[in-house]
């Protein structure tokens, strides 16, 4: 049974649809990607999912608890439930281990067990050293490892970060991957929501992709394959290059544009484009030089971009012609 | 599984510990009784010595005082009698200062989202709030009475004839304190967590919830010019008429506190 199953989620605020007809499954251990621009309604499906708002129509089931339309709000629900708010949303004045310590026992924990939690994971986020400093004066990268540091004290069942790197420096941004990679590694149920497309390539199993409604759910592994594609523009015919291409042992693939997918098409340059998919990167030059070798002219050569975003962006133009964004 | 309003027992906690921690609000919430209690205690021993007695005289007229006992038990009396006020409006202040704070705070915070997505209960944090602010806001208003009525009494006794009964405090100050005090405090605390759940800005809504004390102020200014004698009667219908309101402003903020409104909508 899949630790989340979602089925035609909807819900408007004041007149305004946030979100329609959303269905999809996650699995247990899973990480499942929500993708979609601002506004896509992906907080508004995470907080359906953590119990604190109901869907105006549709249901779901998540960690074994029943979501309904107009059904009280569930606190065994939200006691499964690990989330992880856009905003960390601690109490300033009281240190780290003390908000840690107040949430763990709002979820139930006794005082010892919240403590002794709250002290591990300050251990493993790396933050004992910062456990008595009031939250105010915590960096923000610490902040927000304080925040999935408390999505975790209770060992949810399904845990649901919603952002969990935005407005973080760089530094800090790695620092937070790097421990919903961990997360991942330990074949935790995780959706993570974000808009950020190399989180998900990273983290993630599947991708739904999001705007108001659900797009497509993709395979992210078979999207990502790890090779380096190349787009190079002609000034000459085709047939002739691609056969040169198609000869050299590092190229993996060459098609003309026109043959490619929608998605592809979508970005095209022009009719005479080349998509090319190479072994390597350093393979380049050596392709280019066997183009020009027999004759062909280059008038460009540019990386295509990373199949994920290719996807993502095609879809988004898909919602956009279909009016769901604007 | 968990006891029963385990959540509220934590949530008083955490209020508490987090009032510890923030000194301009505990210095705000001793301010007040502060002046509340020095103010008159020092009217009354500059009036001991300097008020003459046809001044005295003046007041009992003007305020029915029929205290035995001379000029300082007069002068006690009188006191007592117009500063009770004060100490009423004490406990409808104090608990505002704290619980205004309490729902729109959270929010403002960004708290109120983690806060909403643990198991609590919705009753669990409004009586955990309101444990937190209602109590010390008591406690703060019984101990500033109780230094108020030893200080009129220090003050008053060494000029009063050997054997006098302490003035303070009386029958009306027991009732007032003991039992219109809580009263009182409830509905200070009630007012601030309906207003903080329906108005964004919890300064807003700090301000409108201090409103609620005029009309006691007003009867205070109205007593002080001799137009009323705020007597028994006035504080049993004073603490029927809040109980009421405490009974029916606590239903109406279980019902404001709509998880989902307060969660996505801003006013």
């Known amino acids: ?326 | 599984m968990t006891a029963p309003l385990r959540g509220a027992r934590v949530m008083v906690e955490k209020e508490l510990l987090e009032l510890r921690r923030s000194p301009l609000l505990l210095l705000s919430m001793i301010s007040l009784p502060f002046t509340v209690v020095l103010m008159p205690l020092g009217l009354y021993a500059w009036l001991t010595h300097a008020a003459p007695e046809q001044a005295v005289d003046f007041l009992r007229d003007l305020y029915g005082i029929s205290a035995e006992g001379g000029k300082a038990a007069a002068l006690a009396a009188l006191l007592a009698k117009n500063w009770l006020p004060m100490f009423l409006v004490l406990p409808i202040f104090l608990p505002i200062l704290i619980a205004a704070q309490s729902v729109g705070g959270e929010r403002e915070r960004r708290t109120l989202e983690p806060l909403l997505a643990t198991p609590v209960t919705t009753l669990e944090i409004i009586l955990g709030k309101s444990v937190a602010a209602v109590v010390p806001s008591v406690f703060i208003t019984w101990i500033a009475a109780a230094i108020f009525c030893g200080g009129i009494d220090w003050l008053a006794l060494p000029h009063m004839p050997v054997g006098a009964r302490a003035p303070l405090p009386d029958a009306t100050w027991l009732f007032a304190t003991v039992v219109l005090s809580p009263l009182l405090a409830l509905f200070g605390n009630a007012i601030a967590v309906v207003l903080g759940s329906v108005v964004a800005d919890p300064r807003a809504a700090q301000n409108l919830a201090g409103m609620t004390v005029v009309p006691l102020l007003g009867a205070l200014v109205a007593q002080l010019a001799g137009r009323v004698s705020l007597g028994w009667r006035f504080y049993s219908v004073l603490a029927i008429a809040t109980l009421l309101a405490d009974i029916a402003l606590v239903a109406l903020a279980a019902r404001l506190f709509d998880r989902e409104k307060l969660l996505t909508r801003w006013r």
């Not at chain 1, 199953?5 to 990480?31: C, I, N, P, Q, Y």
Request: a neutral charge.
């Open chain 1, 1 to 326: 049974m899949p630790a989340i199953e979602a089925h035609s989620l909807a819900k408007s605020f004041a007149g305004r649809r946030a979100l329609w007809d959303l269905s999809f499954s996650v699995e247990r251990g899973e990480v499942f990607g929500l993708l979609g621009p601002n506004g896509a309604g992906k907080t508004t499906a995470l907080r359906i999912l953590a119990g604190l708002i109901s869907p105006d129509s549709g249901s779901a089931q998540v960690a074994g608890h029943t979501i309904l339309p107009g059904a009280p709000s569930n606190a065994a629900l939200r006691g499964s439930i690990g989330l992880l708010t856009e905003q960390p949303g601690f109490y300033d004045r009281l240190s780290a281990r003390e908000n840690l310590v107040v949430f763990g026992k709002l979820q139930g924990l006794t005082a010892h067990e919240a403590d002794r939690r709250a002290t591990a994971l300050l251990a493993r986020f790396l933050l004992a050293a910062h456990a008595d400093r009031p939250f105010a004066v915590l960096s923000r990268g610490m902040k927000q490892k304080l925040a999935i540091a408390r999505a975790l004290l209770h060992e949810p069942a399904v845990i649901l970060l919603d952002e969990p790197t935005v407005g973080l420096d760089p530094e800090a941004t790695r620092e937070v991957r790097a421990l919903v990679g961990e997360l991942a590694a330990e074949k935790r149920t995780i959706v993570l929501c974000t808009h950020h497309l190399d989180e998900v390539e990273r983290l993630c199993a599947r991708a739904a992709f999001v705007a108001g409604r659900l797009l497509a759910v993709h395979e992210v592994k078979s999207l990502a394959t790890g090779t380096y594609r190349l787009r190079i523009g002609l000034d000459s015919p085709a047939e002739g290059a691609l056969r040169t291409l198609r000869a050299l042992p590092f190229v993996l693939d060459a098609q003309a544009e026109m043959a490619m997918g929608a998605a592809l098409r979508a970005n095209a340059l022009h009719s005479n484009d080349l998509l090319v998919e190479l072994r390597h990167a350093s393979s380049v030059p050596d392709a280019l030089a066997a183009l020009v070798a027999s004759g062909t002219r280059i008038s460009s050569a540019v990386p295509v971009r990373h199949p994920l975003e290719e996807a993502y962006l095609a879809l988004l133009a898909q919602a956009r012609d279909e009016g769901l964004i604007s």
